[in-house]
């Protein structure tokens, strides 16, 4: 359907520096929102990466660097200006941070605010989070596991919308080169888990360290990637030199192209202990068809099948994730029926279900004159 939402101007906001998934979804849903005849318009920091990726997609970018994160006064005179000029309809923000900024700069305007909430953790339960989410005409939660977090916090049911976030299915990445794993020190044809995150406590790499050493107990040949970069990265390596695997655990550090090591990899292994609600790293694996082993958290088993589309095991538990990996590689008619089951799954979370889905949440705010 296109043309349904023309001259709609919808202002993506995201104060975030870094290219993570958050910014990922929100390009697509700039680039849906263009297809569906609407005019998207992205307020970011000067420079991010998503402003680049943005502005080489066609979709025009307003800096604003707030210096105070919730609510620096020349950033949200500068965004309400700009709704006002821009004619915005509605305000798309999808942090905690950028709510506040909606709420204060659309304050006295006709925009309306769309808050997509990508996490499962509980929201503080204080007057400034009740105030600012209670300003959200539509609150969308990535999975079922997050709607009890906003409803705690106050929301009401009837503002709450669940839409997974999706990945294109039609286009998957390409494997990357045996030169290029070969660089990080995988030999050709070595079995690979791959683990794609940032390297912070809520994604728990060490548990993918331990596993690994369990897992070469069964598959002595195997190689692993651990593709990210944050804080945790010299006790990582540390603790890596302290078992001995140096020569099979390789810190790729942060990479614009983790979905083609993804689409080298063996089995693809997810160890977050919180925050998840449909983790992109899982989605894209179903794209690309692969094997997955993963941790029970958050909205993990409303996007993984259990022996179906992929093992899930407990959060922590470096044993469990090991055996579990070891037992994909070991076993080649079980990696056949998860990649297949994966690759069944993966239409389910296509990005043009997440766009079509939320489009119909723009339709029912603009179409219906929702009152604020």
């Not at 294109?168 to 995150?197: M, Y």
């Not at 983790?258 to 694996?285: C, H, Q």
């Amino acid at each position: 359907m296109t043309g349904d939402l023309a001259p709609l101007t919808i202002l993506y906001l995201d104060i975030n520096t870094e290219w993570r998934g958050g910014q990922r979804q929100l390009l697509w849903m700039g680039e849906g929102l263009r297809r569906h005849g609407g005019r998207p318009i992205f307020a970011l920091r000067t420079g991010v990466p998503l402003a680049e990726r943005a502005r080489a997609s066609g979709i025009e970018v307003i800096a604003i660097d707030p210096l105070i994160a919730e609510w620096g006064p020349w950033t949200v005179l500068r965004l309400r200006r700009a709704i006002e000029r821009e004619k915005v309809a509605i305000v798309h923000a999808q942090s905690g941070h950028t709510m506040a900024l909606a709420a204060l700069a659309s304050a006295g305007t006709r925009a309306k605010i769309v808050f997509a909430r990508r996490v499962t953790t509980p929201l503080r339960s204080n007057r400034p989070t009740r105030w600012k989410y209670a300003r959200a005409h539509r609150l969308i939660s990535v999975s079922r596991a997050g709607v009890d977090g906003l409803l705690r916090a106050g929301v009401k049911p009837d503002r709450v919308r669940v839409i997974p976030s999706g990945v294109p299915i039609a286009r998957p990445a390409a494997p990357a080169s045996t030169e290029l794993l070969s660089s990080f020190g995988v030999p050709p044809g070595a079995p690979l888990a791959v683990l794609v995150a940032s390297l912070s406590a809520a994604k728990d790499p060490a548990t993918f360290v331990r596993a690994i050493e369990v897992a070469r107990r069964e598959v002595p040949a195997l190689h692993a990637l651990l593709v990210g970069d944050g804080p945790l990265r010299e006790p990582l390596a540390a603790e890596i030199s302290a078992l001995g695997l140096g020569e099979f655990i390789h810190l790729t550090g942060f990479r614009t192209d983790p979905e083609a090591l993804e689409a080298a990899a063996s089995v693809v292994v997810l160890t977050s202990k919180s925050l998840e609600g449909t983790p992109g790293v899982l989605l894209d694996a179903l794209a690309l068809g692969k094997p997955i082993v993963t941790t029970n958290v958050g909205g993990v088993p409303e996007v993984i099948e259990d022996g179906v589309s992929g093992l899930i095991v407990p959060i922590g538990d470096a044993d469990a994730l090991g055996h579990s990996i070891a037992r994909v590689l070991r076993d080649p008619a079980l990696a056949a029926r998860l990649g297949a089951g994966a690759t069944a799954r993966a239409p389910v979370f296509s990005i043009e279900n997440t766009v079509n889905r939320t489009m119909e949440v723009y339709r029912e705010l603009v179409g219906a004159g929702v009152p604020a």
